[in-house]
């Protein structure tokens, strides 16, 4: 029953636009989740940002 309550989401690099990474969570979220994480297109650790996944 708990993989019901996750929701998975794509974590976007917000320079490139590159789909980087899946992320889980649970489906009552109060905000946009927005992470530093290294984006292997650009070489760097850049702002990722929460987009759907299908």
């Known amino acids: 029953m708990a993989s019901k309550e996750r929701q998975t989401i794509l974590l976007a690099c917000?320079?490139?636009k590159n789909?980087?990474?899946?992320?889980?969570?649970?489906?009552?979220k109060e905000f946009k989740l927005e992470l530093n994480?290294?984006?292997?297109?650009?070489?760097?650790?850049?702002?990722?940002?929460?987009g759907k996944a299908n």
């Open 19 to 28: 789909k980087n990474y899946y992320y889980a969570r649970g489906k009552k």
């Open 37 to 50: 994480k290294f984006c292997k297109a650009c070489g760097k650790s850049t702002k990722h940002k929460e």
């Open 14 to 16: 917000t320079e490139c």
